[in-house]
């Protein structure tokens, strides 16, 4: 494929979800022209899902009344592991039947634009950093918080792949020793303390030791039904096990901070999903466990900030994919 | 000051210990031409020590016969914190009296060539990167494993310093929640586990509760003497209560080292001194546990090894500070 356009306004990009696709097209500072949504239907095949997405880029050029040779090119947000060099996928646990799909080939061919795909926790964290809580920074360190714990980590305004796109791993680091499991296969890693399954089974064993908790009212009389939005709800209730294992996952969340803090002081920790949605309950706690977990000297200079850009992320998360590849070395 | 000299051969190194001075001159592939050693006496004030680092600087230059034109820069080897950038030091643990010493302006001005000064550890990095256990690779972590846990990280062939010089502190990771204190303040840090006053600690605790273990015999017969010397010796005779501390600080290092791993995923991590004296019984568990710590795709793209320059780092690290001041961007 022919190198990008570096000049080109306007960036189209593909966000590949295991249950929607999107592809967005928007210019260089995010604002979205166009968009347009289809399920994915992973079931279908790579080779569908691919035919999809140029159908859809072609109809949302139209609509945005854009020719190719005004497009620098195509991000694409997918779930990893994937290899950024190649552009092939390799089995994503959300695409099942995906195994070393060369995405980058064949969308290249289907539209003859340059294509570059990054993981989804890559790409939110450009988006994050391009767009939304981590504008302007230099160092920042991106971490979703939701059905797991996954990361992206930017230096020195560049996002930091590792050798073999496996860096930014945040959520398996250990936190407890013998802790709970993990879906990973360690025990006591981040994700199976923080994500919201972890948090949701942290609360229903407390529950169950400890009846009469308003999260079991709030899960309909059943402690099986307690959810992490359940232990947020009775938290905001003033109901004492709700408050401990917000606690909990404050200091835990703390803990993993602190290590991301201790090695690569970045100057922004972005932080989405769960923090967003109760970053009244957990964001100065939080900060408060991380203050302990630091130097002032280095805790000065870390801000602890809930993701800016919400629901958009998924389709900025594809735009600021091209974004990065065709903006000069170096810029912010 | 006027701008390095790009094309000099040679490079001028300055080692600023609490104890000894060092200056050394060397190549750019790190051959030593001729080195200078006298007692740092810090409590003569730093404007003393700078004019002598002045003098031994002249001396050595005298001896290698080489005049300022021929020298790149000096590169300064000091103990932090520090900032890079001004090139002032704040003191230092192991320069008492040493409060913003403004060491570059003083340096430059007295030898009337480009300084740049970077704290030991980063320093020590960049050595082992340069010309050590590291060379030739793009990610890299370095750690000591002496007295206390530092470190310094090479990421994308550059040394990653973190906003304001703070980023490497790999010894402050919390291993162990409510661990045994730190130094720092805090409990359960790598440093507090993994240290050689730590490995002791632990040691002496396990040889008062399980008398008759080999490592009292070792100290003398009294337990408050166990160093973590007596512990590696007493386990090479396969003294269980020895060999249960060393498996423990191998598993200890793995979950920090799992942390660094998961994060950043360097393609090295060399690790200096107990590990570098003890790697026949602390190598090969550090890296099973580590394997546990990791995913395949991960673990297979590190290598943990011993530091490669054993006492010659302090010299080679100043002289790689100068080095990597020179050397043209992303060059390896």
Redesign the interface.
């Known amino acids: 494929m022919s190198q990008p356009d570096r000049n080109a306004t306007y960036l189209l990009g593909h966000d590949i979800g295991g249950t929607k696709l999107a592809v967005t097209v928007a210019d260089r500072d995010g604002k979205i022209l166009h968009k347009i949504r289809r399920p994915t239907e992973a079931e279908r095949g790579p080779r569908a899902v691919v035919a999809s997405l140029a159908d859809m880029s072609r109809e949302a050029m139209a609509h945005a009344t854009l020719s190719p040779a005004e497009l620098a090119g195509v991000g694409v947000s997918c779930g990893g592991?994937l290899d950024t060099e190649t552009g092939v996928v390799y089995a994503p646990p959300n695409l099942p039947g995906w195994d070393e799909v060369p995405l980058k080939a064949w969308l290249e061919s289907a539209l003859s634009l340059p294509v570059y795909v990054e993981n989804d926790a890559n790409a939110s964290a450009l988006a994050e950093w391009s767009f939304g809580a981590g504008r302007g920074c230099?160092?920042m360190v991106y971490m979703t918080m939701s059905t797991g714990i996954g990361?992206g980590?930017i230096?020195?305004g560049?996002l930091?792949r590792?050798?073999?796109d496996?860096?930014?791993?945040?959520g398996?680091?250990?936190?407890?020793?013998n802790g709970p499991a993990c879906g990973?296969g360690?025990r006591g890693c981040l994700e199976a303390l923080c994500s919201g399954p972890s948090i949701a089974r942290r609360a229903r064993e407390k529950a169950r030791a400890r009846p009469g908790s308003r999260m079991v009212d709030l899960a309909g009389g059943d402690p099986a039904c307690i959810t992490a939005e359940t232990v947020m709800d009775a938290a905001r209730q003033d109901d004492p096990a709700a408050r401990e294992i917000v606690d909990e996952t404050a200091r835990y969340m703390a803990?993993g901070l602190?290590?991301?803090v201790?090695?690569?002081?970045?100057?922004v920790i972005v932080i989405g999903t769960i923090l967003v949605k109760a970053q009244d309950l957990l964001l100065e706690p939080i900060r408060a466990y991380l203050r302990?977990?630091?130097?002032p000297?280095?805790y000065g200079?870390v801000r602890v900030v809930p993701a800016g850009l919400g629901d958009a992320v998924g389709d900025l998360a594809a735009i600021a994919v091209i974004r990065q590849a065709v903006q000069p070395e170096g810029s912010i």
Chains 1, 2 share one sequence.
């Open positions: 592991p230099r160092h990361g980590i230096l020195d560049r930091f590792g050798p073999n496996t860096a930014g791993e945040v398996h680091m250990t936190i407890v020793e990973c360690k803990v602190g290590n991301i201790n090695i690569l002081n970045p100057e302990r977990e630091t130097w000297r280095v200079t």
